[in-house]
């Protein structure tokens, strides 16, 4: 069956420019999570989704940070303003319950 | 405040031998603790875990152990082979939280 999608494999964006990164889940997973992975950092947590709602936003670092799941499937994670801080690889997650989570690929954020 | 600490950053085992990667963690709360596996440019995967309520869980060449007293828990792969060249991450979960903590990962070399 299908993994955990996530696009772009790659972005390159200047400084000051917003951001798209969006996470296809495991169909069927109601929980989503977005983490991301600093060099020679481990995963940090970013916000979780359970259905549309965000009980948990606590790990966004910033307001710059934002994120929205429609449908109980797709989910997006904007960043605004980016800053060079932000490069990082950005990783979604899901699972139907919090202690086996199916990672996606990532994106490889580069902000020159 | 690093909650979960892997204080090797890497690990070198020949073909054959056993591989053993420790995971120290602070917070009395967790009580639930997994490893993931990652390769580059993919996402972590889910190797094994272990609840609190036990000291040892085994799944093939993989066993967890876990010392609450000590707050430790260790991975020992036996017979290390190639294909485990990876970075292995310590995972903890709080009961009844969707966020795991992570820890910055070790990167497993095993030599031919």
């Known amino acids: 069956g299908a993994g955990v999608s996530q696009s772009p494999s790659n972005k390159v964006t200047e400084k000051g420019k917003d951001v798209e990164l969006r996470c296809d889940p495991i169909?069927?997973?109601?929980?989503l999570y977005w983490y991301r992975q600093s060099l020679g950092q481990g995963l940090e947590f970013l916000i979780y989704?359970?259905?549309?709602?965000?009980?948990?936003k606590s790990g966004l670092p910033s307001d710059r940070f934002s994120a929205e799941r429609t449908g109980g499937s797709v989910s997006t994670l904007t960043i605004q303003r980016t800053q060079q801080e932000d490069s990082a690889v950005y990783l979604c997650?899901?699972?139907?319950?919090?202690?086996?989570?199916?990672f996606g690929p990532g994106t490889r954020l580069t902000v020159t | 405040d690093q909650q979960v600490k892997q204080n090797s950053p890497s690990l070198s085992v020949q073909e054959g031998r056993i591989s053993i990667l420790n995971c120290d963690y602070t917070?009395?709360?967790?009580?639930?603790f997994l490893w993931y596996k990652k390769y580059p440019a993919e996402g972590p995967t889910f190797l094994i875990s272990?609840?609190?309520?036990?000291d040892k869980n085994e799944d093939g060449r993989f066993t967890v152990f876990l010392n609450k007293s000590a707050k430790h828990l260790s991975l020992h792969i036996v017979p290390s082979q190639p294909g485990d060249s990876a970075v292995y991450f310590c995972?903890?979960?709080?009961?009844?939280?969707?966020?795991?903590?992570f820890g910055k990962g070790t990167k497993l070399s095993v030599i031919p």
């Open positions: 997650a899901s699972s139907f319950d919090p202690y086996e989570q199916y």
């Open positions: 169909s069927g997973h109601t929980a």
């Open positions: 989704f359970q259905g549309n709602s965000a009980p948990d």
């Open positions: 917070n009395s709360m967790f009580d639930y």
């Open positions: 272990i609840s609190s309520i036990k």
């Open positions: 995972a903890a979960v709080v009961a009844g939280s969707y966020q795991l903590t």
